[in-house]
């Protein structure tokens, strides 16, 4: 299995533009996080989901932001519009809860100028 | 909701040394507490993890230990190497069924030679 995979790795943006990061899951892995990562917050937990049900979605930000798992080997994180406060790197990560070790992809570092 | 603290935020070692990193955790429920390492540029990757049945918990250099009356478990490395040089994340869960992986905020880890 490759592991987690996102696209894009590198995005950046305007202010006021859409942004969308996609993340595929280990094949099998029926739990699905999101979380972003700066310098002032660490690894924040925005969405998780469970057989492709959102089940905590607490820590979204705003409603700017938005998240869908319309499979189990795909999910969006969605960012409309977005803003330059938005910059960081968005992690996906899941899981199988038989070993309950989380793998992570390796990141979509987002610039919004 | 779990709440989960780390401390230092920044570490600063000799090669040889050894390094603790502290982290507390508020929901009794949790039962599960992983250790990741993010080296510059990297996704995060787990190194270590202790189940709540279980007070301490060794791989080579690396031990956790657990209290479960006081809620806090600390990360101890040995013999430090450059290499140990990193990101190092605590988190806290509940696992079987409910598994909200919940991060500290990271402590910096610099081994000096």
Redesign the interface.
């Known amino acids: 299995d490759a592991g987690v995979i996102q696209s894009p790795r590198h995005e950046v943006t305007e202010m006021g533009q859409e942004v969308t990061l996609r993340c595929k899951p280990i094949s099998g892995h029926d739990y699905l996080f999101w979380y972003r990562q700066t310098m002032m917050r660490g690894l924040e937990l925005l969405i998780y989901f469970n057989n492709n049900v959102p089940i905590d979605d607490s820590g979204m930000p705003e409603d700017r932001f938005s998240a869908k798992m319309p499979n189990a080997s795909f999910s969006t994180l969605k960012i409309q519009p977005s803003e330059p406060r938005d910059s960081a790197v968005y992690f996906c990560a899941s899981l199988d809860p038989l070993n309950t070790e989380a793998f992570f992809g390796q990141g979509t570092r987002l610039t919004v100028v | 909701?779990e709440n989960v603290e780390q401390h230092p935020s920044t570490l600063s070692v000799q090669e040889g040394d050894s390094a603790v990193i502290k982290c507390t955790y508020s929901d009794s429920a949790s039962n599960?507490f992983?250790w990741y390492k993010q080296e510059l540029g990297?996704?995060?990757?787990?190194i270590i993890?202790i189940r709540s049945n279980v007070g301490e918990k060794k791989d080579q250099r690396i031990a956790v230990t657990l209290n479960k009356t006081a809620k806090h478990f600390s990360l101890h490395i040995t013999e430090t190497q450059p290499e140990d040089s990193a990101v190092y994340?605590c988190a806290a869960?509940l696992?079987?069924?409910y598994?909200?992986?919940?991060?500290?905020?990271?402590t910096r880890l610099a081994v000096h030679p």
Do not use: E
Not at chain 2, 42 to 46: E, G, T, V
Not at chain 2, 99 to 106: E, R
């Open positions: 909701g599960y992983p990297k996704r995060p990757q787990l993890d994340f869960s696992s079987g069924g598994n909200k992986l919940i991060f500290g905020a990271g």
